[in-house]
Nanobody
């Protein structure tokens, strides 16, 4: 069965950086991958996605220019580089797999078949 394991979260001051990793195992590495986040009391929010080849990426507006999604298929790993972090970025970040690169689907959490357990990112002022 496909498994996704996130790592790299932690506590960081505003303006700082973190690099999240998502290790994928148990299935083919030929799907688009996404990162989502969820803050307490809020709905899960799309953050970024990357196509199977890594050629195409997309981001939610609030993180564009600050976050970078990438993947290394040879290592079966997807990354999310978080820079210029703000307190409002505080959330549990989830890696997801199983979606195709299709407009209006890649940003929809319900279109992803597999999810990691999440990694906590906390940004202090």
């Amino acid at each position: 069965q496909v498994q996704l394991v996130e790592s790299g979260g932690g506590l960081v001051q505003a303006g700082g950086s973190l690099r999240l990793s998502c290790a994928v195992s148990g299935g083919p590495n030929n799907n688009a991958m996404g990162w989502f986040r969820q803050a307490p009391g809020k709905e899960r929010e799309f953050v970024a996605a990357i196509s199977s080849s890594g050629v195409y990426t997309t981001y939610t507006g609030s993180v564009k220019g600050r976050f970078t999604i990438s993947r290394d298929n040879a290592k079966d790993t997807v990354y999310l580089q978080l820079s210029s972090l703000k307190p409002e970025d505080t959330a549990i970040y989830y890696c997801a797999s199983g979606a195709l690169w299709v407009a209006n689907r890649i940003r929809d959490a319900s279109k992803y078949a597999y999810w990691g357990q999440g990694t906590q990112v906390t940004v202090s002022s």
